[in-house]
């Protein structure tokens, strides 16, 4: 809910568990009063006092008693005696930079406006929802500025973005301009953030702030494996189920700066946004731009009370289309199976195998078009390999589907090999600086999708192939990272907005083509988690989380993943041993326990198979098929860290609180040690549970309190190294 105190000049954006006050100082300027838990009654004006501050000068040199240094603000702009860092800076045709932004008139609309050309959180219907539009006026650059936020009615999120509209009759450059910016009160804070590299993506960090400024950002034209456009402040004493934790999400997949600045007194700014290390915008007038959406989450129970809500929001309210309610089918892919050397006849033995242990469907992967024999050819011809593929795609497809499996896709349709009849017919349709250079990632170059007609030609592509076999599944990858950042297409002033005109042409195809095909399942790739970010999850429901499968290093990256994204976007795939990316040896159990925490896959040759893991994959589809309702819907716990230690265990309870699960998983076993017990979360105190696996009933409290045994009698496995159960609890009163 939204309300407007005009006397007190105060907006309180309430969230069933949460406040957002903004208030306006001398009627203009927008500053930042509280987030916090919810307040029932708001004192008077006692939320913020301006200070004097030595060093810190005065915009209005006839009232010394304030300086913008030391108000905290909602969407602080630069050079007007505020010396942390702005949300925006706009260019002049004089050359100022310094910008004041000040308060003209707003708006209290209800639902959710949807942001042109940009994934954004959604309501289905207005009651879900109300948005507070604050019209500001830029008086430097006379630029107007509208700061949107939306509140949940019943989830504590409040989701950001700001339109510039150029009304100014001048032409004037944007060089800066985030999405989101929050001023928080001096106290002790951490950052946690989700760094990685190519096969270990989203491991939690956590950091001290120190006077200064901690951020993360990607250059790399995608959001990267590198870094994750996610943070969370959080005091030291916050756990995963208690304390006080901020999040901040972009819904965004290009170049991102996220950080925080600790002040002169301690004050915390949090900003978050396009990256303005590789962004500008010219708008001349009658132009406007929109920025991405920030989604601000806040829970007074820890790290765990964010993801959930983050997971809720995500799940329901970001991804859309036909599978964001409906289980995923289990698959089998042939990447690891085969890598290029694949024949029709080894697909379709792949495919009578994997029909006879149960999977739903068959991805063809990597090189199947041109003449794709490794990655150095090919990429922007999808036309069949007829040497590897005679029957053509819809041959190949059609087969399958007599085997009784649904058939799906590889694609990479925003790269294109040096090799390849399209770029031989259109060398200006890469990045690159044309005569100069142009570097290649994986022997391939990157379309510009700055251009309206490569973006038609992909559409028009990816259409093709989508008509000609029945297909109901594609992998949408991405193989390398951007460089150079040139354009044949844009003037030498507009170089700088070639980053974020990708992403929107990249956001056109997607919207295009899974509006064009409902029925088609698309799922999210960057050589493995290299674009997992809620921008994608607006346009495909799941993405592929690694390239490592190995199911130790695996169940760290998707307990990393899960601060905020939900399980249900995490596709999962069990693998042959020894692992092709470490080499490491696990248990098929533990493999199969870790990849249906997730979108169940298989991505090895079931041919190669013995009798007693067929039986035991039979079982592990089986399990997930009866289970995977529950897993990709219920309330998350995270129960032990393998950020912490060698365990890790998870608990999910389904939305009746009717199943619970509990995960656990050591990766390295202690001899002599002390039998485990977890500490469950919100189960019902007077009820007893009965464990199916076990048979043993104890107390809900029980459980809460003293915990849950997850070694129980299996004293043989107390100290083995990758043991893995799934144990399901189910009340009996
Ligand atoms: C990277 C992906 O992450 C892999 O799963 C596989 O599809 C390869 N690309 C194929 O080139």
Same mark, same amino acid.
């Given at each position: 809910m939204i309300t407007f105190d005009c006397r007190k000049q105060l907006f309180h954006l309430a969230t069933p568990h949460s406040s957002y006050l903004i208030g306006l100082h001398s009627g203009k300027y927008v500053t930042h009063l509280y987030w916090g838990r919810r307040l029932t009654d708001i004192p008077s004006g006692s939320l913020y006092t301006p200070g004097n501050l030595a060093f810190s000068p005065n915009p209005d040199p006839r009232n010394p008693s304030y300086s913008l240094d030391t108000m905290p603000q909602e969407y602080p702009f630069?050079?007007?005696?505020?010396?942390?860092?702005?949300?925006?800076?706009?260019?002049?045709?004089?050359?100022?930079?310094?910008?004041?932004?000040?308060?003209?008139?707003?708006?209290?609309?209800?639902?959710?406006?949807p942001l042109p050309g940009l994934p954004a959180t959604y309501v289905e219907n207005h009651e879900e929802a109300q948005t507070l539009l604050l019209h500001c006026r830029d008086q430097i650059s006379g630029l107007c500025i509208v700061l949107s936020y939306t509140v949940f009615n019943s989830l504590d999120a409040i989701a950001r973005s700001v339109r510039f509209v150029n009304d100014s009759g001048r032409q004037v450059v944007l060089r800066r301009a985030l999405s989101a910016s929050v001023d928080l009160p001096a106290a002790k804070y951490e950052m946690i953030t989700l760094p990685g590299a190519w096969g270990r993506e989203r491991h939690v960090q956590r950091t001290e702030l120190f006077q200064g400024t901690c951020s993360i950002e990607s250059r790399r034209g995608a959001s990267s494996h590198q870094q994750n456009p996610f943070l969370a402040l959080v005091t030291p004493e916050t756990g995963e189920e208690h304390g006080d934790a901020f999040g901040f999400s972009l819904v965004y997949s290009g170049n991102f700066l996220a950080g925080a600045e600790t002040d002169q007194l301690g004050s915390v700014r949090i900003f978050l946004g396009v990256n303005p290390n590789t962004?500008?915008?010219?708008?001349?007038?009658?132009?406007?731009?929109?920025?991405?959406?920030?989604?601000?989450?806040?829970?007074?129970?820890?790290?765990?009370?964010?993801?959930?809500?983050?997971?809720?929001?995500?799940?329901?309210?970001?991804?859309?289309?036909?599978?964001?309610?409906?289980?995923?089918?289990?698959?089998?892919?042939?990447?690891?199976?085969?890598?290029f050397q694949f024949t029709q006849d080894k697909l379709i033995s792949i495919?009578?195998?994997?029909?006879?242990?149960?999977?739903?469907?068959?991805?063809?992967?990597?090189?199947?078009?041109?003449?794709?024999?490794?990655?150095?050819?090919?990429?922007?011809?999808w036309v069949p390999y007829r040497k590897k593929l005679p029957e053509g795609l819809d041959?190949?497809?059609?087969?399958?589907?007599?085997?009784?499996?649904?058939?799906?896709?590889?694609?990479?349709?925003?790269?294109?090999?040096?090799?390849?009849n399209l770029f031989r017919t259109h060398p200006d349709w890469v990045?690159?600086?044309?005569?100069?250079?142009?570097?290649?990632?994986?022997?391939?170059?990157?379309?510009?999708?700055?251009?309206?007609?490569?973006?038609?030609?992909?559409?028009?592509?990816?259409?093709?192939?989508?008509?000609?076999?029945?297909?109901?599944?594609?992998k949408w990858d991405m193989n390398r990272h951007m460089t150079e950042y040139y354009s044949t297409s844009l003037p030498p002033q507009r170089q700088k907005e070639l980053g974020h005109r990708y992403m929107l042409g990249l956001y056109r195809i997607l919207e295009t083509l899974t509006a064009r095909y409902p029925e088609v399942l698309f799922e999210g790739c960057s050589g493995g988690g290299g674009r997992f970010d809620p921008g994608m999850l607006f346009y495909m429901p799941q993405i592929w989380t690694s390239d490592n499968t190995d199911a130790a290093d695996r169940i760290r990256i998707q307990y990393g993943t899960s601060l905020v994204y939900p399980v249900s976007s995490m596709t999962a795939h069990v693998s042959a041993v020894p692992n092709h990316q470490t080499g490491r040896v696990t248990p098929l159990s533990m493999r199969g326990d870790v990849a249906s925490l997730g979108v169940l896959g298989y991505e090895l040759d079931p041919n190669t198979l013995g009798d007693i893991e067929q039986d035991e994959i039979k079982r592990q589809i089986e399990q997930h098929l009866k289970l995977r309702r529950i897993i990709l819907s219920a309330d998350l716990y995270r129960l032990a860290s393998p950020f912490e230690g060698d365990e890790a265990a998870f608990q999910f309870l389904s939305e009746d609180k009717?199943?619970?699960?509990?995960?656990?998983?050591?990766?390295?076993?202690?001899? !002599?040690? %002390? /039998?485990?017990?977890?500490?469950?979360?919100?189960?019902?105190?007077?009820?007893? @549970?009965?464990?199916?696996? *076990?048979?043993?009933?104890?107390?809900?409290?029980?459980?809460?309190? !003293?915990? %849950? /045994?997850?070694?129980?009698?299996?004293?043989?496995?107390?100290?083995?190294?990758? @043991?893995?159960?799934?144990? *399901?609890?189910?009340?009996?009163?």
């Open positions: 630069a050079f007007r005696t505020d010396y942390r860092i702005p949300a925006y800076e706009v260019e002049t045709a004089e050359g100022c930079f310094a910008g004041e932004l000040q308060y003209e008139r707003h708006e209290i609309l209800t639902g959710k406006p962004f500008s915008w010219g708008l001349v007038s009658g132009d406007s731009f929109q920025t991405p959406e920030a989604v601000l989450v806040y829970s007074a129970h820890g790290l765990g009370g964010m993801s959930r809500i983050y997971h809720r929001l995500y799940r329901t309210r970001l991804c859309r289309g036909r599978y964001r309610d409906t289980p995923r089918p289990v698959l089998i892919n042939n990447w690891e199976a085969t890598y495919a009578n195998q994997a029909k006879k242990l149960g999977m739903e469907l068959m991805v063809l992967d990597d090189g199947w078009f041109g003449h794709r024999d490794d990655d150095t050819s090919s990429l922007g011809d041959g190949l497809a059609r087969q399958v589907t007599a085997v009784g499996l649904h058939f799906g896709l590889w694609m990479e349709p925003e790269m294109v090999s040096a090799d390849s990045i690159q600086i044309p005569e100069k250079c142009r570097s290649e990632g994986r022997n391939q170059l990157i379309l510009d999708l700055s251009r309206d007609e490569v973006c038609n030609y992909i559409i028009n592509t990816v259409s093709n192939v989508l008509d000609q076999a029945p297909i109901s599944y594609i009717s199943v619970c699960l509990i995960a656990y998983f050591r990766l390295r076993g202690t001899i !002599s040690a %002390f /039998p485990r017990k977890l500490r469950l979360h919100a189960l019902d105190h007077a009820s007893t @549970y009965r464990c199916l696996e *076990t048979g043993q009933v104890y107390g809900g409290s029980e459980l809460m309190f !003293s915990g %849950f /045994p997850v070694q129980g009698s299996q004293a043989s496995n107390g100290f083995s190294d990758f @043991y893995s159960h799934i144990f *399901t609890l189910k009340p009996e009163t």
